[in-house]
């Protein structure tokens, strides 16, 4: 440890004197004399230059024994000892000009010896001999001149150089024999500093060594010590070293509060000097009235020399009492207690100038970084940046180390923002490798793969063999299949496999790379390369079982493609044999039952995922097991088993990807299963009891569907699903209409706190309404969800029905516009636009634009024939033509539609017909064709007689309106022609 320049410097007396005889060249001899004024003044290196000239020119000159030794003494003062020591040496043996001198070299030598040393490295075998040659000339002089000028300072040297090589035990025997032969001397009082040094560092070997107890009485003694000396009034700048130096044991030792009482008791600069200089005043004083008595000046002379060299060391180095200042905020940031650190800093700041304040300002934002406040610290370096620029080498791994934090915090924005800062800022730093590193990385998991390539470059072309290189290449080559160059992809892995074919101490994922190389192989269409490539794999990389079971389902995929289907299945088997445990396990064999799927293997597709549920039912993939197991049992008219598997689909994960699906399917599934079992009417009661439940479970299905994932996109049809269930129970009389009613305001009721699925269900119930003849009701429920929620989801076949409601109201105008809607929003939906375009052509036949509504007409019969309701568009067009009272052309077309259509299209052409004959038959009685009159008559009655059985049959529409009305007609008529009073009839309307 150096205690320091000003701890142990000792004047030597007479130097001047010591030159004896005039300079044989008036030159050197004012030469010499400038360097002692200099000297004098305190200008040492002024008075080495002018030494060293006369030293190099002068070797003839009769005084060069006396400059050659004062420029090794002004060697000594600026602590260029390497170059005082061979003039020492040189002056210390036979050719001293004086025995004073000689002595006075010899101590001087010893002195630089054990200053050099406190320069050198600990374990360097140089300070070790510097040491050891110090102790020998010290050891000489005391022996050769026990009682010399230099005794006391030679004592105090060798205990130094003892404190050196920590032969504490020595040093301390040294420096009680100064304190006690020459008590009252200003070496004393440094000897009582340098003891005390002497205990501290005793202290912290015991406590290096983890002998904390045995520390404790020579840190006591050294207390002990420093408090006493604190009681007096002496050398102020040996005091301020020794008390900083007795604070840095402490603070070494890691015993930060007492390492911050000491360092609190270092003062300032200015009072050192201020200290310094009163000293100095009083020896000048004292050595001007020595002189008048013509007393010895030579221990006045010492002292005045060593107080010299003490202020020209202090004015030079920085403030004691600031530096104390900057360890007492490294103390607090190593206790963790930041607040106090920035506290301290931020008042240092105001004092502190150059390297102190840079010190300051970037603690402060270490205890940030510390705190993983990254906001914070980026703060405060932005200031220091403002305040010291971007050039100060100590602040070079600042930027990167906010960035990580940023990192570290998932905010990789802002880190990638700091990353990018610190590479610019300090582009030759030491840090900027593992900068770039990070800067690529970041990008990489940001997916800004183009920027991410750059980066790599620059890394690459600057660090031709980092250690960061291949990880680089393989974001590269990553980065590039995201762009969708797989070619160039493929290449950098290539590259990469190439050039680190092992594992290197920052790059472990060789095994990664290759399995990348085997997926890009596939994606360039290589399957044959692929397949090697994956099979090489699999032999080579055995111990990553994640990765190596994930090449062996890479493979069985590509096999397949290969129309090798045994090979694949075989290797995807094998999965679950090497690694059951792995997460790819279940998925292999769930691949194959799509390879069953895809060869329409249905049975054994069935099989596998049977056998996939019973040994992974615990996990996803069995949610996938079961949809398919539900959908064959659909594709195999088996609705029990499909809605069984479709229910533990949706139940094993109702927040999956399939749960929607599955909940919409298995509603279908019941509702087709409750289709299935027949008429219900003719069912023993326990079955139609049965009929009853599975079509309320659809229902209730449909509600969550529609409850629970609004966003699906089949969602909508739930809504009509839920009116057919609730139509076909009343339509077989299973529940009542009153009982349908309650059903649809009690599911209304149970989804009040979400009204878009509030007004989905109330269309849901008008939609019920429509198919149950009930269109004024009908409207009003629309209008009730409409009020509900404006904005309702609901499927285009919904919006037609509520079309109709309005169309049937004789809304025309309003029911139009949503037909033209659903046309323009729904261009590809064919079950949208078929009802759409009906529903126009109705409005037009009611608006009588018979020509628009034949065009429309005749459009829904030739783009949706499977539209069953289109297939009314033939009456239709006969009514047309009956509307033109073409009779004979409406008849025609009627009969036709009779003998080609069923159900109400058939009924309305018999109807049709009936009713153009009557026109037929009336306009014969007119025109007193009583034959004609009477036939057509005959013929409307045995065609009415045929509508009525029929419709009895098949009770459907309004048909029955009809023929009342046709039986008031046919008897008007029957009276008329058995020659009753004449009738006035007319047509029904239609």
Not at 67 to 95: C, H, M, N, Q, T
Not at 196 to 203: E, F, M
Not at 272 to 295: N, P
Not at 427 to 432: D, G, I, L, W
Request: glycine content about 4%; charged content about 25%.
């Amino acid at each position: 440890m150096n205690i320091g320049k000003t701890c142990c410097i000792i004047a030597i007396a007479g130097l001047c004197g010591l030159a004896a005889g005039y300079a044989s060249a008036q030159t050197f001899d004012d030469m010499a004399m400038s360097a002692d004024e200099a000297m004098k003044a305190g200008n040492y290196q002024e008075a080495i230059r002018l030494y060293e000239q006369i030293a190099e020119r002068g070797a003839t000159y009769e005084n060069i024994m006396s400059v050659k030794f004062d420029l090794g003494w002004a060697y000594y003062l600026v602590g260029s000892y390497a170059k005082a020591i061979p003039l020492f040496e040189d002056l210390s043996g036979v050719r001293a000009p004086s025995e004073a001198m000689k002595q006075q070299s010899i101590y001087l030598m010893a002195e630089c010896h054990a200053r050099l040393a406190d320069t050198q490295d600990e374990k360097s075998p140089e300070r070790k001999k510097n040491i050891e040659t110090s102790i020998e000339l010290h050891t000489q002089l005391q022996r050769d001149f026990p009682d010399g000028l230099n005794t006391a300072q030679s004592l105090y040297g060798r205990a130094y150089a003892y404190y050196l090589d920590s032969q504490f035990d020595k040093a301390k025997e040294d420096l009680k024999a100064v304190i006690t032969r020459f008590r009252n001397t200003a070496t004393a009082n440094d000897a009582y500093y340098l003891l005390a040094s002497v205990y501290s560092q005793q202290a912290l070997n015991e406590i290096r060594q983890g002998r904390r107890e045995a520390a404790m009485p020579h840190m006591e003694q050294a207390r002990e010590i420093f408090s006493q000396l604190s009681k007096q009034q002496g050398n102020l700048a040996m005091a301020n070293d020794s008390m900083f130096s007795l604070a840095e044991t402490w603070f070494s030792a890691g015993l930060y509060p007492e390492a911050i009482q000491y360092f609190r008791e270092v003062r300032s600069k200015a009072d050192v000097m201020q200290s310094l200089r009163k000293i100095q005043e009083d020896l000048q004083a004292r050595f001007g009235a020595m002189l008048a008595r013509r007393e010895d000046t030579r221990q006045v002379q010492n002292e005045l020399s060593r107080v010299q060299a003490q202020i020209a060391a202090v004015s030079e180095a920085p403030d004691r009492m600031l530096s104390a200042y900057l360890r007492i905020a490294d103390a607090f940031y190593r206790m963790q207690r930041y607040d106090e650190v920035r506290v301290i800093c931020r008042h240092l700041l105001q004092f502190a100038e150059g390297e102190q304040q840079l010190q300051a300002h970037l603690i402060m934002v270490n205890t940030y970084i510390e705190e993983r406040d990254p906001f914070a610290a980026a703060a405060e370096f932005e200031r220091f940046q403002q305040s010291f620029g971007t050039d100060a080498p100590i602040a070079e791994s600042v930027s990167m180390a906010i960035g990580q934090i940023f990192m570290a915090k998932d905010d990789l924005e802002n880190a990638l923002q700091h990353l990018a800062r610190s590479i610019m800022d300090y582009p030759e730093s030491k840090t900027v490798e593992d900068a770039l590193f990070l800067k690529f990385t970041a990008e990489y998991m940001l997916q800004e793969h183009a920027a991410t390539i750059a980066t790599v470059d620059q890394y690459a072309e600057k660090f031709t063999k980092g250690k960061y290189l291949p990880t680089g290449l393989y974001y590269k080559g990553m980065s590039q299949d995201e762009l969708g160059d797989t070619e160039a992809a493929l290449a950098t892995m290539t590259d990469v496999l190439d050039r680190f074919p092992k594992p290197t101490e920052h790059f472990t994922n060789v095994d990664e790379v290759a399995f990348r190389k085997g997926i890009l192989l596939l994606k360039a269409g290589k399957s044959e390369e692929a397949i090697s490539h994956f099979q090489d794999y699999i032999g080579k990389y055995q111990d990553n079982a994640m990765l190596r079971s994930h090449a062996m389902y890479q493979l069985g995929v590509a096999l397949n493609a290969a129309d090798r289907f045994e090979e694949a299945r075989q290797v995807l088997r094998q999965i679950s044999t090497d690694h059951p445990d792995e997460a790819i396990a279940p998925t292999a064999m769930f691949q194959i039952g799509v390879m069953y799927f895809e060869k329409e293997q249905f049975e054994e597709m069935a099989k596998l995922m049977n056998e996939l549920l019973e040994i992974h039912a615990d996990k996803p993939i069995a949610t996938d097991a079961y949809f398919w197991l539900g959908w064959i049992a659909n594709r195999d008219n088996d609705y029990v088993t499909a809605a069984e598997k479709f229910r533990k689909a949706w139940e094993n994960d109702k927040e999956g990807p399939r749960a929607a699906a599955s909940l919409f399917a298995m509603a279908q599934s019941l509702s087709e299963q409750a289709s299935a079992m027949g008429l219900p009417t003719v069912l023993p009661e326990a079955q139609r009891n049965l009929f009853r439940e599975i079509r309320l479970d659809s229902a209730r299905a449909y509600e969550d569907l529609l409850a629970m994932y609004p966003d699906y996109e089949q969602a909508p049809e739930g809504i009509d699903g839920i009116a057919k269930n609730i139509f076909e129970l009343v339509r077989y009389k299973q529940i009542s209409e009153e009982k349908a009613n309650d059903y649809f305001q009690e599911a209304a009721a149970r989804q009040a706190r979400q009204p878009p699925v509030q007004a989905q269900i109330l269309f849901g119930y008008g939609n019920y309404l429509m198919q149950n003849r009930q269109q004024s009701e009908a409207l009003k429920i629309f209008s009730k969800a409409l009020e509900t929620y404006p904005n309702v989801q609901v499927s285009p076949e919904m919006l037609a029905n509520y079309a109709e409601a309005l169309k049937d109201a004789g809304e025309l105008q309003e029911s139009e516009s949503i037909y033209v809607k659903l046309i323009e929003n729904n261009a590809d939906n064919q079950h949208a636009l078929a009802p759409a375009w009906f529903g126009l052509a109705e409005i037009k036949y009611l608006q009588e634009q018979y020509d628009l509504a034949k065009q429309y007409f005749e459009k829904v019969l030739d783009e949706f024939p499977w539209y069953e309701r289109g297939r009314q568009g033939r009456v239709k067009l006969a009514m047309i033509l009956e509307r033109q009272q073409d009779y004979a052309a409406a008849e025609k077309m009627f009969t036709e539609v009779w003998g080609e259509e069923r159900g109400e299209a058939r009924i309305g052409a018999m109807l049709g017909v009936a009713r153009s004959q009557l026109a037929l038959a009336e306009r014969a009685r007119r025109a007193g064709a009583s034959a004609d009159w009477q036939n057509n008559v005959r013929v409307a009655s045995e065609n009415l007689t045929k509508i009525t059985v029929l419709f009895e049959a098949y009770p459907v529409s309004n048909c029955g309106d009809w023929a009342d009305k046709l039986v008031i007609s046919m008897e008007s008529w029957a009276a008329a022609r058995n020659g009753a009073a004449s009738a006035s009839w007319r047509l029904p309307d239609r």
